[in-house]
């Protein structure tokens, strides 16, 4: 279930989502974001993170959308460390993403000492579900801090906004969350006065409680209002990746440890950390969209499409440069059947000088045609392979094909 779930959404995304989320997973490296964090220490501020995410997100909008789904699904299982797979079907799509989960959910639990627990309480939900589900805890705690920091006016801007999402919800989700805050309207008067009284995640805390999962996904739009209250104008997922990534980069033993002399070593050990980080964080920007339309049924077949367009691409470099190493190999013979014959030449006492002369330079014209043949054929054996390596970087399934 969890590897469908994964597989749907991953093909489900399109346009500036899924080029934001290539960029946050393909091609952000630890230098540019901590270059500019360092510009955005004023708390609140993101301002060159944003301009910086959106510019190369944009340079990504003349590649097909299957071309950077399978970038992101192979760039999750290269960094998983997950045995490269052929892609040619929807089994073995899902197969990779249920490998995916698999093992970004045993990540969790390393990267966070209370997941394990959670899990356990939330157990006969599905493993991505949980994942997503912690995650958005986590910031439904983060959102309510920020919530009860921000001023009277913006506390009523987005109470009302919170008071809509009520409004909207069944006569009976509405009783039962009067019933628990023990009120008998739900004005925006009445909510900010909770808040000020009690705090937002006491408000928050019964309408998951009340609501269940689907409060995650049908309330997005309530995050997302925050982000904006705060001066962030991006998408829940984006907001929810930016601030998880800035939480990380603005701990401060990382970013002392690199300036201040932590090294190459240093550098690399916090590169591989904030990819781990990331992970969860991707997997819950690319799946919650696709909980909200979990009926929705895609295809897989521009994905495998796209795969396979790489796959015969790598048959056909790995053809070219057998038939060009066997190419090779008949010029290298040639070569040394022609340096044996200059050398019986000059051995040979019963040839006059000027025969001897010119039957060298004939032969010494041969040897040069043949060097310079295996000299354009290892050239091109070379050009082919690099190419070849190349693709194997860029399509990590292929490299253990």
Known sequence: MSGRLLAQALVMLKGKELRTIHVLCCDTGIVDLLSTKVKDLLPGKADSFIHHLEMKAAALMN????????????????????????????????????????????????????????????????????????QLDQLLQQTSKELDKASPAKQREYLAKVQQFIDQLPDEKQHQ??????????????????????????????????????????????????????????????????????????NPIFIFGLLGGGGILFYRSQSRKLRGRML?????????????????????????????????????????ILDLERQCLGSKKEVAHCKQAIQKIKQNKYNSAAVQQRELAR??????????????????????????TALESQIYGLAHI
Not at 372 to 381: D, F, T, V, Y
């Open 280 to 320: 969860p964080i991707l997997l819950l920007q690319i799946t919650l969209p696709a909980m909200h339309n979990s009926e929705v049924e895609v295809s897989y077949t521009s994905l495998i499409d796209a795969w396979l367009t790489f796959y015969q691409r790598h048959k056909s470099l790995s053809a070219d």
């Open 63 to 134: 590649y097909s959308d299957a071309k950077l789904q399978l970038d992101i699904l192979l760039e999750m299982a290269k960094r998983l460390e997950i045995r490269g797979t052929h892609l040619s079907t929807s089994q073995e799509v899902e197969d990779l993403t249920t490998a995916v989960v698999h093992e970004a959910d045993k990540l969790m639990i390393l990267q966070h000492s209370q997941y394990q627990r959670y899990k356990d309480i939330h157990m006969v939900q599905d493993p991505l579900q949980v994942m997503v589900r912690y």
């Open 177 to 250: 969350i009067k019933e628990r805050l023990g009120v008998e309207q739900l004005t925006k008067e009445v909510l900010q006065r909770i808040v000020l009284t009690s705090g937002s995640s006491i408000l928050f805390g019964i309408l998951v409680e009340v609501f269940g999962f689907a409060f995650y996904t049908s309330a997005t739009s309530l995050f997302a209002s925050l982000a904006g209250l705060l001066g962030i104008t991006l998408s829940f997922g984006t907001y929810t990746a930016l601030t998880s990534m800035i939480a990380i980069l603005a």
């Open 363 to 388: 032969l010494e014209r041969t040897l040069r045609r043949y060097q310079a043949n295996e000299r354009h054929l290892q050239a091109k054996i070379d050009a082919r392979v690099k190419e070849r």
